[in-house]
């Protein structure tokens, strides 16, 4: 199902349940500046609704959940009318807020994934690391200072924000590129299938933490 763009609200309903293995989360987030709430599934088909009057943002989160084979619902409202700012990196952090619950105590997990993905010229590479240290290592330089009306330096943010949501480790590299659409949309695609890899069960060791030193 496509992802759907809307400025109404939409209703979120969590379908976590004891029931079901599948791995899901809804996490509510209330500042002065934002208020953003998430249901995802880990162990989704790709399906994505939006309530985000970020329309370039809600785009490059649709490639995430498709490659990502996640699950979606998103509805964020911000201070736009001072600038996107806070609501694109509240949206990292609750994204990845939601992603850490789904995930649990990461017993079974493969717990490392990484991706390179071309789109014509441009070439980009996603590491991601589930370690318990938040950090987001960044290596992209933007052709352009804008995409449409978005800031290019937005996307930092966004990415600083869900690695430290989701305390995980994140390693992002443009390679190499010329247009800023391409660009972005490498980096967002190569971030959904790295997801996807790091946070699929790992049939060798379904009931092992992947670490030595026995915490995550």
Known sequence: MA?????DAISIVSDRKLNTPKRTATIKRETNETR???SLCLDGS????FSLEVPFLAH?????????FIDMDLRAVGDLHVDAHHTVEDVGIVFGQAVAEALGDKVGIARYGHA???????LSRVVIDF??????FWQVEFPCERIGSFDTELFQE???GFANGAAATLHVDNLRGQNGHHVAETIFKA?????GMASAPDARGLEMLPSTKGLL
């Open 46 to 49: 790709g399906k994505s609704r």
């Open 131 to 136: 370690s318990g240290r938040p950090g987001c």
């Open 158 to 160: 966004f990415f600083r």
């Open 3 to 7: 992802a759907r763009y809307q400025k």
């Open 191 to 195: 971030f959904g299938r790295a997801l």
């Open 116 to 122: 390179y993905v071309p789109l014509d010229e441009s």
């Open 36 to 38: 953003i709430e998430i």
């Open 60 to 68: 490059m989160l649709e490639q995430v959940t498709h490659h990502g």
